[in-house]
């Protein structure tokens, strides 16, 4: 994950992540030295903790502070929630132009997210989301992801670039991933506290 600022590389961190189902997630950081060992773990839409090593203590972290960017990238523990989408925006279709179709999300009743509509575009060459538009409570286009890079993955392709951009600030973060593993089972209770406490 690299993260800029001001159009400049401020900083670089290599972590390894497991998934299942979009609804369970497990990030470990593994460089550089300050975050080496640093856990966020997604154990349920409503549950999310983060362990730091430091301080060997695993706190949860508070609705209010989910959309909050996370050690200075553009990426939020909100984005881990809103990998799935469906569960909390109601979706109508804008249009389409060449191959790209456009929904506009606005968020179900009770949901809690920060944003007042969404906007995506799911491109029908690669079979998935291209690119996401956020706009905040006032109405403004506040940040824009692009998933690029796309690669098949046994029956389906996946983008392997996430660039989160900032259009307040211009800043922006680009995730790249490597080393893909779509086929090895993932037991659910990888994604438990006890694991965030273990080595």
Do not use: C
């Amino acid at each position: 994950m690299d993260i800029y600022k001001h159009g400049e590389l401020r900083s670089t961190l290599v972590f390894s992540m497991a998934m299942k189902n979009l609804e369970k997630q497990l990030i470990r950081f593994v460089e550089p030295g300050d975050v080496a060992g640093m856990k966020i773990l997604m154990e349920n839409r409503d549950t999310i903790y983060m362990y730091s090593p430091e301080f060997q203590k695993v706190r949860r972290i508070a609705a209010h502070m989910q959309n909050q960017g996370f050690l200075g990238s553009e990426f939020t523990p909100e984005d881990m929630i809103l990998a799935r989408l469906s569960p909390s925006f109601d979706a109508d279709l804008i249009g389409k132009t060449g191959t790209e179709t456009a929904l506009v999300l606005t968020p179900k009743s009770g949901a809690t997210v920060s944003f007042s509509k969404l906007e995506i575009f799911i491109d029908s060459t690669v079979g998935g989301i291209s690119r996401i538009h956020y706009y905040d409570v006032g109405g403004s286009h506040v940040r824009t992801q692009l998933r690029e890079v796309w690669k098949r993955f046994e029956d389906t392709q996946m983008p392997t670039q996430i660039r989160m951009k900032n259009l307040v600030t211009g800043d922006e973060t680009i995730i790249r991933l490597s080393n893909i593993d779509v086929k090895s089972p993932v037991p659910d209770d990888l994604f438990s506290r006890r694991t965030l406490m273990s080595g």
